[in-house]
């Protein structure tokens, strides 16, 4: 998370914004986000639906799996690596996708 | 120079990630250069991950458990801030954590590193249940926006004497440091 919250400048370049999901309660999130300072949202999925979408929910465990999800404008998911986030990769890729005008809220994300 | 010891394999031999100039600097990855300390410090390579140094050197020290000296380079030290007083507020809430310090604050003080500013900070840390203690100086620099790190920790018993001639060879090693190119950071 502080890796994020580091780069946050670079993803706002690259006109991306970043998304914390977890299986934790808000309170437990507030106090996370206070522990790090982190200043971008994290989002309670204490139901688990969203990374099960996402294929995280591993069955039988209490908690997501680690994922790294990159969707670009029209939704569509361009980016989906398992493990830790490996934020060079990540920030080589929204370099392409902006560069592509995939990120561009202008064009509305059309390849 | 006798730097890498250890044990011997016979499998085939590792590529080194430095070189040598004919003036005895190491070149590191053509990204950094530095003056080595003597040969009896080890050096330290972490695998590449978040939170984990780059690399640094080790030496035990003569004397009862625990007494061992090391330092180090950080590209990315504990926290966010890119100013140096909030990220040594940061900084501090994750060093060392495991180890349940509390830390006193010796000397702060703004001084020039790696061609720009930079903030030192030296700390005490004692453990009184496991009677241990720690002088640790911190040097914070930037790299393009980014804040970078020097550290260096220095463990005794709790009865045991700091020896500052390794501060000296860390402070030595800090002020030769230099970047050789940009970072990937600064190159996006």
Same mark, same amino acid.
């Given at each position: 998370?502080?890796?994020?919250?580091?780069?946050?400048?670079?993803?706002?370049?690259?006109?991306?914004?970043?998304?914390?999901?977890?299986?934790?309660?808000?309170?437990?999130?507030?106090?996370?986000?206070?522990?790090?300072? +982190?200043?971008?949202?994290? @989002?309670?999925?204490?139901?688990?639906?969203?990374?099960?979408?996402?294929?995280?929910?591993?069955?039988?465990?209490? @908690?997501?799996?680690?994922?790294?999800?990159? @969707?670009?404008?029209?939704?569509?998911?361009?980016?989906?690596?398992?493990?830790?986030?490996?934020?060079?990769? @990540?920030?080589?890729? +929204?370099?392409?996708?902006?560069?592509?005008?995939?990120?561009?809220?202008?064009?509305?994300?059309?390849? | 120079?006798?730097? %890498?010891?250890?044990?011997?394999?016979? &499998?085939?031999?590792?590529?080194?990630?430095?070189?040598?100039?004919?003036?005895? =600097?190491?070149?590191?990855?053509?990204?950094?250069?530095?003056?080595?300390?003597?040969?009896?410090?080890? %050096? %330290?390579?972490?695998?590449?991950?978040?939170? *984990?140094?780059?690399?640094?050197?080790?030496?035990?020290?003569?004397?009862?458990?625990?007494?061992?000296?090391?330092?180090?380079?950080?590209?990315?030290?504990? &926290?966010?801030?890119?100013?140096?007083?909030?990220?040594?507020?940061?900084?501090?809430?994750?060093?060392?954590?495991?180890? =349940?310090?509390?830390?006193? =604050?010796?000397?702060?003080?703004?001084?020039?590193?790696?061609? &720009?500013?930079?903030?030192?900070?030296?700390?005490?840390?004692?453990?009184?249940?496991?009677?241990?203690?720690?002088?640790?100086?911190? =040097?914070?620099?930037?790299?393009?926006?980014?804040?970078?790190?020097?550290?260096?920790?220095?463990?005794?018993?709790? *009865? &045991?004497?700091?020896?500052?001639?390794?501060?000296?060879?860390? *402070?030595?090693?800090?002020?030769?440091?230099?970047?050789?190119?940009?970072?990937?950071?600064?190159?996006?």
């Amino acid at each position: 998370m502080e890796g994020h919250q580091r780069n946050l400048y670079l993803y706002e370049r690259f006109n991306a914004r970043v998304l914390g999901v977890s299986r934790d309660d808000i309170i437990t999130l507030k106090y996370f986000a206070k522990t790090l300072d +982190l200043t971008f949202p994290l @989002i309670s999925n204490v139901t688990a639906f969203l990374g099960v979408s996402m294929d995280v929910q591993p069955e039988g465990q209490p @908690i997501f799996g680690r994922r790294t999800v990159i @969707i670009d404008k029209t939704g569509i998911i361009r980016y989906s690596r398992e493990g830790s986030p490996d934020f060079k990769d @990540i920030l080589l890729f +929204l370099k392409k996708m902006k560069q592509e005008g995939r990120l561009d809220p202008t064009t509305g994300g059309k390849p | 120079m006798a730097w %890498l010891a250890g044990c011997a394999t016979m &499998g085939p031999p590792k590529k080194v990630p430095y070189r040598l100039s004919p003036q005895g =600097i190491v070149i590191w990855e053509d990204e950094f250069e530095f003056v080595p300390p003597s040969p009896d410090w080890k %050096l %330290l390579r972490v695998e590449v991950g978040e939170n *984990d140094i780059n690399f640094g050197f080790m030496k035990s020290d003569p004397g009862g458990y625990p007494s061992v000296t090391s330092f180090a380079y950080d590209e990315e030290p504990f &926290g966010c801030a890119t100013k140096f007083e909030q990220r040594e507020k940061e900084f501090f809430k994750r060093f060392l954590f495991n180890a =349940i310090l509390q830390f006193q =604050i010796l000397e702060r003080k703004n001084i020039r590193v790696v061609g &720009g500013e930079g903030l030192a900070v030296t700390v005490e840390g004692k453990d009184s249940v496991k009677e241990e203690k720690v002088r640790a100086k911190v =040097i914070f620099g930037k790299r393009g926006d980014r804040v970078v790190g020097f550290y260096i920790t220095q463990w005794r018993p709790m *009865d &045991g004497t700091y020896d500052l001639s390794a501060f000296e060879t860390f *402070d030595k090693f800090v002020d030769s440091f230099k970047f050789l190119k940009k970072s990937f950071y600064e190159t996006l």
